[in-house]
C-alpha cells in the first residue's frame, strides 16, 4: 500500500495511529461477551464488602464497549474515515476535491483540526507542512510523533 493510502486527508499517518488493526477491540468484544454470558452485572450490583470495586460496573462497561467498537480495519481513506467513520476534514476535502488538507491554502486558520488535539496536538498541520515540502510520497520518514505523550 503506498504512503498516500496511508495518509489521512488531515495528514495522519494512519499506521501510527492505535486504533487501527488493534487487538485490544477484539479482546475487548470476547470479554464482553463472557461478562454477558456469566451475568457478570448482576454479580457487581450485589452490595457486598467482597467484591466492593465492582460497583463502577456502569463506566466499566461503557469504557468496554468503546474499546470493542474502535478499530479501524482500513486506513482513513480506503475505510471512510477514522474507525468507519468520516470526520469534517474528510468531508471537506472531498468537497472540495483535494487529495488532503496540504492542498487548502488555510490550513493554519482551520479549526476542523480543534477535535484532534487533546490527543495529537499540532501534530497533523506539522504533517501537512512535510508533505507540501517533501511530497506525498516522500513525507512519512519526517512525521511528527502520532500522541502529545510519544517522545
Known sequence: MEVKDQTAYCGIYCKDCIHLNNEYSELAKGLQKHLKEIEFDKYAAIDSEFGKEFKPWDKFSIVLSKLSD???????????GCSGKPCKIMECCQDKNFAGCWECSDIEQCDKFDFLEPRCGDMPKMNIREIRKYGIDNWVDKRANFYIWQK
Open 70 to 80: 474502535t478499530q479501524c480495519e482500513k486506513p482513513c481513506r480506503s475505510g471512510g
